[in-house]
C-alpha cells in the first residue's frame, strides 16, 4: 500500500477538539482569544513604514530574468510574489467565492464537515492550534484528495458545482507549483537528471498537495488577536492567494514583520521546509503569520504543494561537497508532517544532521542555517 498524503496524521491524533464559535456574533474578543506577547515567541511589528525597498520581490514569470530573479527571492526572502503565472483571474474569483460561501454557512453546517481527531481533510481550527495557549480568530477547511464527501454535508444541492472548481483549481496549480520547482532549482543549477521523482517528463506528475481554505472574520480587537501563529510550511513550497484584504506578514531578518500586500491578479509563493531541505539550506523556508482586522473580511487559499508521499528527500547530491556536507537527513512528506506535529518550529531541526560548526554561525545575511 503506497504511502498516502491523507494517513500523515494517522499516529498524531489531535487531542483537542475545539468548539466552534459563531465569530459574527462576538461583540468583544473573548479572553480564550487574546494573545499577550508571550504567548507567541516571535517579535511583534516594529514594521518597515517607508521602507521602500525592503518589500516582497514580485516576478513577472514572462519575464526572461524570471530564473534569476526567483533564486535570488528563495535566498533573501523566502517569498515572493508573482505575475504573469498564467492562473485565470475567473478562477480566482471562483474559488474566492467558494471560500466565501463555505464559510458563511451556519456553524453547525460546517462542523458536519469537521475534521476528524486524526485526519488531515475537513473544517477546524489550523492544526496548530495544538501548540498555542490561545486560540486563533480564524477558521479553515483542508482538501486532500476528493472533497465530494465534504461538500454533500455542506451543499447537499450545490456540491458539484464546487467539487469542479477545487479540481480545475488543483489542477492548474499543480502545473504553476511544477514551474516554480525548475525556477527555483534551476536556479540553483539543478536539472531534470538530478531530480528523479519530478518523473519522465519533469512535470512532477505524483507531486501530491493540499489545499487550505482560511478564513479571518472581521476581528473587534485585532492588536490582541492573531489570525494564524507564525509558522513555516511543511512543503516544498505553497502558492497563495489572498483576497484585497491584507494581513500576511512574512519575519525579515533585521527588520521584522513584513507585510505582503495584495496585489490584484498576483499570487504569494512560499518556500517550504522540504525545500530548505532539498536545497541544504540555500532556500531558507520562511516564518510568516496572518493578522487580522476590525472590518473586513480575509480570506486566503494556499495550494501547500509536495513531493510524491514515499518519497524520500534529502539534500541535492549536486549542491554537496567536501565543504558542504548535507544538514538533513533524509525524510518522506509523511513522515516530516509527523515531526511537524510533534515539534511545530522545532520541526526542522529535529531533521538536522550534526552541525558542522560553521553552520551554527551566519555565513551571510541570509543564508544562516538556525539550529533549535
Ligand atoms: C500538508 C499539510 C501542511 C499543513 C498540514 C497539512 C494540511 C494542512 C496544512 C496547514 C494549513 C494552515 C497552516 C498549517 C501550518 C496548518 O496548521 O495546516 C499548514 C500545515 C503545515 O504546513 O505544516
Ligand atoms: O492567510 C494567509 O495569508 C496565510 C495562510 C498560511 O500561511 C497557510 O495556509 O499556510
Ligand atoms: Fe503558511
Redesign the pocket.
Known amino acids: 500500500m503506497p504511502a498516502r498524503l491523507s494517513d500523515a496524521f494517522k499516529s498524531h491524533p489531535l487531542n483537542l477538539q475545539l468548539k466552534h464559535p459563531d465569530f459574527s456574533s462576538l461583540q468583544e474578543l473573548p479572553d480564550s482569544y487574546a494573545w499577550s506577547q508571550n504567548d507567541d515567541q516571535y517579535p511583534s511589528s516594529p514594521g518597515s513604514f517607508g521602507a521602500e525597498q525592503d518589500s516582497v520581490p514580485v516576478i513577472d514569470l514572462s519575464d526572461p530574468n524570471a530564473l534569476k530573479l526567483t533564486g535570488h527571492a528563495c535566498r533573501t526572502w523566502g517569498v515572493f510574489q508573482v505575475t504573469n503565472h498564467g492562473i485565470p483571474s475567473k478562477l480566482l474569483d471562483d474559488i474566492e467565492s467558494a471560500g466565501r460561501s463555505l464559510f458563511s454557512l451556519p456553524v453547525q453546517q460546517k462542523l458536519k464537515a469537521a475534521r476528524s481527531p486524526d485526519g488531515i481533510s475537513g473544517y477546524g481550527f489550523?492544526r496548530i492550534s495544538s501548540f498555542f495557549q490561545k486560540l486563533m480568530w480564524?477558521e479553515?477547511f483542508t482538501i486532500v484528495g476528493s472533497p465530494l464527501e465534504h461538500f454533500r454535508q455542506l451543499w447537499p444541492q450545490d456540491y458539484n458545482k464546487f467539487c469542479n472548481i477545487i479540481e480545475e483549481y488543483e489542477k492548474v496549480m499543480k502545473r504553476l507549483a511544477g514551474r516554480l520547482m525548475w525556477l527555483m532549482l534551476g536556479s540553483l543549477g539543478i536539472s531534470m537528471e538530478d531530480v528523479k521523482w519530478a518523473g519522465p517528463k519533469g512535470d512532477f506528475r505524483d507531486a501530491s498537495a493540499a489545499l487550505?481554505l482560511?478564513s479571518?472574520p472581521a476581528c473587534p480587537d485585532p492588536d490582541r488577536a492573531m489570525?494564524?501563529a507564525a509558522?513555516t510550511?511543511s512543503t516544498l513550497l505553497?502558492i497563495?492567494y489572498?483576497n484585497n484584504t491584507s494581513?500576511?506578514q512574512v519575519l525579515r531578518e533585521g527588520t521584522g514583520w513584513v507585510t505582503?500586500p495584495p496585489l490584484p491578479g498576483a499570487l504569494?509563493v512560499?518556500v517550504g521546509d522540504l525545500i530548505h531541505i532539498l536545497s541544504n539550506g540555500l532556500y531558507p523556508s520562511v516564518l510568516?503569520?496572518?493578522v487580522v482586522n476590525r472590518s473586513r473580511h480575509?480570506?486566503?487559499i494556499?495550494y501547500?504543494y509536495g513531493p510524491p508521499a514515499s518519497v524520500q528527500i534529502s539534500p541535492l547530491s549536486k549542491l554537496l561537497g567536501p565543504s558542504q556536507p548535507p544538514l538533513y537527513r533524509p525524510i518522506t512528506w509523511n513522515e516530516y508532517l509527523g515531526t511537524k506535529a510533534k515539534h511545530f518550529n522545532n520541526a526542522l531541526s529535529s531533521v538536522l544532521l550534526c552541525a558542522p560548526l560553521n553552520a551554527l554561525v551566519d555565513v551571510s545575511d541570509h543564508n544562516s542555517v538556525k539550529v533549535g
Open positions: 489550523a480564524s479553515g487550505q482560511n479571518y489570525g494564524l509558522h510550511d505553497t497563495l489572498q494581513g500576511l505582503v504569494v512560499n510568516h503569520r496572518a480575509r480570506l486566503s494556499a501547500l
